[in-house]
Nanobody
């Protein structure tokens, strides 16, 4: 059974930092591309950052220079370091795992991030 378990969300003031983590089980983590997405109330889910199995990263323009995605294959973990947080970063953040070759995709349950002004 595949599980993606996020942690690290919470309430922070604007300008502050949070670090999200996602621990995966039930998959061969090292061969999956991993990502973080977010969904704010009344809005569609959007990509925040992705990291390929080889370590290549991609970021939404809105978070470039503020957020950093990383992975630790030994710990089956993908992390998102979020600095200089803004109120518009408030959303539920979801961890995602994708194996494009097989069309497999998995989602975590989400973790709430709230940034107060």
């Amino acid at each position: 059974q595949v599980q993606l378990v996020e942690s690290g969300g919470g309430l922070v003031q604007a300008g502050g930092s949070l670090r999200l983590s996602c621990v995966a089980s039930g998959i061969t983590f090292s061969i999956y591309a991993m990502g973080w997405y977010r969904q704010a109330p009344g809005k569609q889910r959007e990509l925040v950052a992705t990291i390929s199995s080889g370590g290549s990263t991609n970021y939404a323009d809105s978070v470039k220079g503020r957020f950093t995605i990383s992975r630790d294959n030994a710990k089956n973990t993908v992390s998102l370091q979020m600095n200089s947080l803004k109120p518009e970063d408030t959303a539920v953040y979801y961890c995602n795992a994708v194996m494009t070759l097989r069309g497999y995709t998995h989602w975590g349950q989400g973790t709430q991030v709230t940034v107060s002004s």
